[in-house]
């Protein structure tokens, strides 16, 4: 089955403590995406990639890291993460960039 | 702020009826999507409408697009119970194609 996966899906983690949400997927696309999303608000990008060993800054950047070093898996890292990064983070995949993104069923983080 | 602002916020109608919403949007795009959500799950692609298309229709969807006034709508005819679900306009900018921006969703209630 064609699918984006996240792991894990829940993660309540202190401040502080470094931590990654993986993200795979099995379609071969070459595009992938991180995105947060807080309540009442529409999703934010945070990275991007179009291909391997390419990545590029979103709207949020900051506090994240991610990194591209084979097509399917992108991982998105909080080397400290702090309470305002609290949120529902999405991932996401296409076969290039500007078309039609599968979406991961999210991974709810709750920094304390 | 968010490239794309969809409007309304919040619409609620009755089974049967059509629902209208509405997306704008600040620079020159590649092409623009709609994304439906439902309750905190991932996000499902229904339609991607390019710049230099200015109608599409996809089932009881139809989307159209508006580039002189930055603007997309998004028509759900006949609409169902199952419709309920927040619904997201995301643009790909000229630019750069990679940088998806969502706006802040429309909520639709469709009651029985």
């Known amino acids: 089955e064609a699918q984006v996966t996240q792991n894990p899906r829940y993660l309540i983690t202190v401040t502080g403590k470094k931590l990654t949400v993986t993200c795979s997927q099995n379609?071969?696309?070459?595009?992938m995406s991180w995105y947060r999303q807080d309540p009442g608000l529409g999703l934010r990008q945070i990275y991007y990639?179009?291909?391997?060993?390419?990545?590029d800054k979103g709207d949020v950047p900051e506090g994240y890291k991610v990194s591209r070093k084979e097509k399917r898996n992108f991982p998105l890292i909080l080397e400290s993460p702090s309470p305002n990064q609290t949120s529902l983070y999405f991932c996401a995949s296409s076969i290039w960039g500007g078309n039609e993104q599968f979406f991961g069923p999210g991974t709810r983080l709750t920094v304390l | 702020s968010q490239q794309g602002e969809e409007d309304p916020q919040a619409l609620s109608i009755q089974e049967g009826e059509n629902a209208t919403m509405n997306c704008s949007y600040k620079t020159s795009i590649n092409n623009l999507q709609w994304y439906r959500q439902n309750s905190g799950r991932g996000l499902v692609h229904l339609i991607l409408i390019r710049s230099n298309e200015r109608e599409k229709h996809s089932g009881r969807l139809r989307v159209t697009l508006d580039t002189s006034k930055k603007s997309s709508s998004l028509l759900i005819t006949a609409s169902r119970a199952a419709d309920t679900a927040s619904y997201f306009c995301?643009?790909?900018?000229?630019?750069?194609?990679?940088?998806?921006?969502f706006g802040d969703g429309t909520t639709l209630t469709v009651k029985p």
């Open positions: 990639s179009m291909n391997v060993e390419v990545t």
């Open positions: 995301a643009t790909d900018a000229r630019a750069n194609a990679g940088k998806s921006t």
């Open positions: 379609m071969n696309h070459e595009y």
